[in-house]
């Protein structure tokens, strides 16, 4: 081989593993990410008020005049949140804004609760705003009252049930 073929060669050599050979070089980097689920929980403490045997058209509360029997729901959830309350029929008698014939009231309070029905709010049977941004770990302490018929032709017990419901905020 001339010296001319020689450096020829080198050269194609060399840039061939210049141009043409592949870089070799990488690198990586996490994004560390992580995820909790939303829990939306509710519960009510003590969640139980018993009226007991009540004449028609008369009324009972919770506050410490009457049944002292208050109650309070918590959120046991892992965000804030805003709480609903309702009421319900019961078997006999219909949910009302007023008592009249086979028709109770329910009324809840959050602040000057001290004279049922004054500063009471009526349940329906849909849901109405009991507290809003509830935080984690908080409550909202709340009072019941109901007053009986005005008149009824049902004399057994009856179920008149508030539910507390839970949104997130």
């Known amino acids: 081989m001339n010296r001319f073929s020689?450096?020829?060669?080198a050269l194609v050599t060399v840039m061939t593993m210049t141009f043409v050979a592949p870089v070799l070089a990488?690198?990586?980097?996490?994004?560390?990410?992580?995820?909790?689920?939303?829990n939306i929980s509710v519960?009510?403490?003590d969640?139980?008020?018993?009226?007991?045997?009540?004449?028609?058209?008369?009324?009972k509360d919770t506050t410490a005049g009457s049944l002292n029997d208050a109650q309070t729901a918590n959120n046991n959830g892992n965000v804030a949140e805003d709480f609903n309350i309702r009421?319900?029929?019961s078997?006999?008698?219909t949910l009302g804004a007023t008592a009249a014939s086979e028709q109770y009231t329910q009324k809840f309070c959050l602040t000057s609760c001290t004279s049922y029905p004054t500063s009471y709010?009526?349940?329906?049977?849909?849901?109405?705003?009991?507290?809003n941004s509830v935080a984690v770990a908080g409550n909202q302490l709340f009072h019941i009252g109901l007053?009986?018929?005005t008149a009824t032709a049902t004399y057994t017990s009856q179920s008149v049930d508030v539910i507390v419901q839970a949104v997130a905020d």
């Open 43 to 45: 519960t009510v403490s």
């Open 147 to 149: 007053t009986t018929p």
């Open 87 to 89: 009421g319900q029929n």
């Open 91 to 93: 078997a006999a008698w």
């Open 6 to 9: 020689k450096y020829a060669f």
């Open 121 to 131: 709010t009526a349940l329906t049977t849909g849901y109405q705003t009991l507290a």
């Open 26 to 38: 990488a690198d990586t980097a996490t994004v560390t990410a992580t995820v909790t689920a939303q």
């Open 47 to 59: 969640g139980t008020i018993s009226y007991g045997i009540m004449p028609v058209n008369t009324s």
